[in-house]
């Protein structure tokens, strides 16, 4: 990302809001030239202009709407689809740790690219002066490789998953896409003592629509709970109940270093 930024600046100089907007283009260029080169998910992460979302009330937790087109989404369904992994009535959770499959490797390079376009911008608009204004942190944007473990689930109608905090196993990052059906994904605090003293304890409602990114760091990650009940009355958003489908998602992470 300095890397980037420092060829920028040589070549266009200390950016007006004008000049801002020429290296915003030169490095959607950028991103263009790597998707050629096969680095990016199918059918171009860049089509449309990306916004970020951040989640006032949690440090750490921003989220992409539209990260893939419908076209990508479909994508991406029938490559999950294709390794037969929800063949069976029973099946409804698939792992990979280490060598991940081609199109997951794929959809972490496009989570790459799109946050390194978000992180950019923000910088150029003078948003990153401090660590929780940025979409994802340096240190773990650039590490090698971004994410080795890979969850897909899926949920049948009313199947939702209970409140926790992911493994400890996993280093800090984590992301998570989801497809088909909408939900709403509540975060809780996790208790201690200050927490423990509010009445009720704060829970934050965030609204996952097909083909949206969410991102979990820093306070996000390790001092809020994740859940999503989709029982009677839980699954309501701006007073309407979403109705319920089939929904899949793509959970990837980073295993901690064993030494």
Known sequence: MEELKTILTEAFGESSDSEGEEQRQLLHTHCAENRVNGKALSGSVFGESHSWERISEINGLWLCKEFLSPD??????????????????????????????????????????VILFGNYVAELENCGKSKEACIFPQDLLW???????????????????????????????????????????????????????????????????????????????????HEINRGPGFQIWEGQEIDQKRRMSATLRKLCSTD
């Open 143 to 225: 590490r090698e490789p971004l994410f080795d473990q890979l969850i897909v689930n899926m949920y049948r109608p009313g199947e939702g998953i209970c409140p926790h905090v992911d493994l400890m196993r996993f280093e800090d990052g984590i992301a998570i896409v989801s497809l088909e059906s909408s939900c709403v994904m509540h975060f809780s605090q996790v208790e201690n003592e200050t927490c423990r003293a509010q009445d009720p304890p704060q829970r934050v409602p965030v609204l996952l629509t097909p083909g949206c990114l969410i991102l979990m760091w820093g306070e996000a990650r390790y001092l809020w709970k």
């Open 72 to 113: 990508q989404q479909l994508n991406l369904l029938s490559s999950i689809q294709l390794e037969g992994w929800f063949a069976e009535p029973s099946s409804n959770q698939a792992m990979r740790f280490g060598d991940l499959p081609g199109w997951a490797v794929e959809l972490s390079s496009s989570i790459h690219e």
